[in-house]
């Protein structure tokens, strides 16, 4: 498509319509299963895309955008693709039901009434109730139930405030990293960006952090995230051509050591907070960078071999300290220092050992002998009388493989909107928002998110080959590929081809701090795309 920005705000305005027809696909469906969707919601996510239109106008009036309109087009149909996901989800009463149970019989025994108000023939009416014309009244037929969501709770809801906050945050990162001058002072203080924002959070995140979350549901890698990587792009952008004068593919110490400190930044979280998910992302974009900036395939070899033997080490330095920790403590005090023992062990934390036992033997509970399970996990279950069979399902396997079925069942082109089935799913709105999707869509609506992914993928790489210094090359090629890597390794954990490592899908999965941060990328990228295309010596 070419760049015409009349051309960007048809799809857009096409956008809009499709999403309210999927709210009164999904309002209709409900009515069908006995409860009303909340149409207040539908409002408020329809006005929710008033903004986005507002910020289009914006680029294209006040800052006159010559760059790639393809990659706002692209955040947006993921983002509307959320927004229906999660209206799917939290209007079916079943999905945040105290006894699911409950709920499901009563939209099950909803389904069986309103089959026979229209299957059954006048003779069976007449034998069964007396009545050639009898019809079971269905409360969702004739008056809305009262709904969860009023105006006040929408106004003070999450949901409504983040999507905004995640467009003010796009704007102004656009407004900011299309200067000049943020640009020069970002790259001349990327170390001290690096530091001063990472160190004091990897030392809130490790004390106050639970199962990889801390201040609530918050993803401690997030708020971060941005600063790591202007300070990352940074530091090779000063020292890749030093990076690439090599001796046996090994830099010099001189400049190999500040590039080595902030990627090494990321190591005490990932095994304080058991986060595998995000350091696969980190590590994606790792070698991304080093191959844009070095461009030599041994140093690239090197890093390579050099990310898998810390991993390989970790496992066998865990071990030896776990047995050191088990000599000189008490059980008692195990616990207490686990935290510790894995930040100073670089060992691979218990959850990472059940992440990948659940991949490649989901079926299959772990053995009640290893300590990564039964200690930590399964003792408090079986205090509730349940097997260990149990006790694996329950905690780990029923997640995952209720996801898995639902992708399956969406076959080609799904149940239908509101039809299927996607509420029986924890979290489903998060980490599993795309079973969710492809359980009601199917593989073409599955298929339009990986095409939305791969398209934003080519575009982003486009505006990394097409900048004109290094360091807004390394930034473009940054923020690309940490959101196609959080995407792969969401969808890759959903369809089991991954360790699922719950890790939100970018901009669909609507998560706080999540949205927030792929908002701002995408800003940053656009801004990186604007000056390409401004530049004086720019392709016409």
């Not at 299309?178 to 020069?184: G, M, T």
């Not at 020292?239 to 902030?262: C, D, E, K, Q």
């Not at 210094?469 to 890759?492: E, H, P, R, W, Y």
Request: proline share 5%.
């Amino acid at each position: 498509m070419r760049n015409r920005p009349s051309s960007h705000l048809f799809l857009l305005f096409v956008l809009f319509a499709l999403n309210a027809v999927a709210y009164l696909a999904i309002y209709r469906a409900g009515v069908t299963r006995g409860f009303a969707p909340s149409m207040l919601l539908a409002v408020r996510d329809l006005v929710l895309l008033l903004p986005v239109l507002f910020v289009f106008l914006w680029l294209i009036r006040r800052h006159k955008f010559k760059g790639n309109l393809a990659l706002y087009t692209l955040g947006v149909l993921l983002f509307s693709v959320g927004l229906v996901a999660q209206y799917r989800l939290f209007t079916d009463p079943e999905y945040s039901a105290r006894s699911k149970s409950a709920a499901r019989l009563e939209k099950t025994q909803t389904l069986r009434q309103r089959y026979v108000n229209e299957h059954y023939d006048a003779e069976k009416k007449k034998a069964l109730f007396g009545n050639e014309t009898f019809q079971i009244p269905i409360q969702a037929d004739t008056q809305q139930e009262e709904g969860y969501w009023t105006i006040t709770r929408i106004l003070t809801a999450t949901s409504t405030y983040i999507p905004i906050l995640a467009l003010l945050g796009f704007a102004l990162a656009f407004s900011f990293l299309k200067r000049d001058d943020v640009l020069l002072w970002l790259q001349k203080h990327s170390f001290l960006i690096g530091i001063v924002t990472t160190v004091p959070f990897l030392l809130i995140a490790v004390i106050g952090s639970s199962a990889g979350k801390f201040l609530g549901n918050t993803t401690p890698w997030e708020p971060v995230k941005i600063t790591f990587l202007i300070s990352y792009a940074g530091i090779l952008a000063d020292h890749y051509r030093n990076l690439s004068r090599t001796y046996w593919g090994v830099p010099s110490l001189r400049f190999l050591l500040p590039f080595l400190a902030v990627a090494a930044m990321p190591i005490i979280p990932f095994f304080a907070l058991s986060d595998f998910g995000q350091m696969m992302v980190f590590f994606g974009a790792y070698i991304t960078l080093y191959v844009v900036a070095v461009r030599r395939l041994p140093q690239v070899s090197v890093a390579i071999f050099m990310i898998v033997g810390l991993l390989v080490v970790s496992i066998f330095a865990a071990g030896i300290y776990n047995t050191v920790v088990d000599i000189f403590t008490d059980q008692a005090q195990v616990g207490a220092v686990e935290r510790v023992k894995n930040v100073v062990s670089l060992g691979v934390p218990r959850r990472i050992h059940q992440r990948f036992h659940l991949w490649l033997h989901a079926e299959t509970p772990p053995d009640p002998e290893n300590d990564w399970w039964w200690e930590k996990e399964a003792d408090r279950l079986e205090a509730r009388g349940l097997t260990n069979e149990e006790a694996w399902y329950n905690s780990y396997a029923f997640q995952p493989t209720q996801a898995l079925f639902g992708v399956s069942d969406g076959h080609i082109i799904g149940a239908g909107l509101g039809r299927g089935f996607p509420e029986i799913v924890p979290i489903a709105d998060s980490d599993f928002i795309y079973a969710s999707l492809a359980e009601e869509t199917g593989l073409a609506g599955g298929l339009i998110i990986i095409l939305g992914i791969i398209i934003l993928m080519i575009a982003g790489m486009k505006t990394a080959i097409d900048a004109r210094d290094m360091f807004t090359k390394l930034m473009a090629a940054g923020i690309t590929s940490f959101l196609c890597f959080q995407a792969i390794v969401n969808i890759g954990g959903v369809i089991r081809m991954l360790p699922m490592t719950g890790i939100t899908l970018p901009f669909v999965s609507h998560g706080g701090w999540s949205l927030i941060t792929s908002f701002v990328m995408l800003g940053m990228l656009m801004a990186i795309s604007h000056r390409n295309a401004s530049s004086p010596d720019a392709p016409q």
